[in-house]
């Protein structure tokens, strides 16, 4: 139904920037849900930006004010810019979709790990040198 191809990743000095995009095929609809997680070595997937689709986004902690998660017009291609790169900010990240969120908003959270999205890239890595 749904797939995601991640592009972007690579390595940076701390301080810098770069941006992630994830182009998605298939059709998302007013319900669903999108976001970005990470994933480090030996550590658990952790939530980073999510959004749905009328622009509504929340952030963890970690990255509020230095990443900003966004859309395209036409809804085929979800963006994460990130600034103010740190060492800490290196994994893999992946785009996901929550197709259908039926509890009004609860479920499109980074705080529940992306436990609820059935629809996963492949992956892009981040690598952030100090």
């Known amino acids: 139904q749904v797939q995601l191809v991640e592009s972007g990743g690579g390595s940076v000095q701390s301080g810098g920037s770069l941006e992630l995009s994830c182009a998605i095929s298939?059709?998302?609809?007013?319900?669903?849900?999108l976001g970005w997680f990470r994933q480090a070595p030996g550590k658990e997937r952790e939530g980073v930006a999510v959004?749905?689709?009328?622009?509504?986004?929340t952030y963890a902690d970690s990255v509020k004010g230095r990443f900003t998660i966004s859309q395209d017009g036409a809804k085929k291609t979800l963006f994460l810019h990130m600034g103010s790169l740190k060492p800490e900010d290196t994994a893999t990240y992946y785009c996901?979709?929550?197709?259908?969120?039926?509890?009004?908003?609860?479920?499109?959270?980074?705080?529940?790990?992306?436990?609820?999205?059935?629809?996963w890239g492949q992956g892009t890595q981040v690598a952030v040198s100090s």
């Open positions: 298939g059709n998302t609809n007013e319900d669903s849900c």
């Open positions: 959004t749905n689709t009328r622009g509504r986004a």
């Open positions: 996901a979709v929550l197709l259908w969120d039926l509890t009004g908003g609860s479920h499109c959270v980074t705080s529940r790990g992306g436990i609820d999205f059935g629809f």
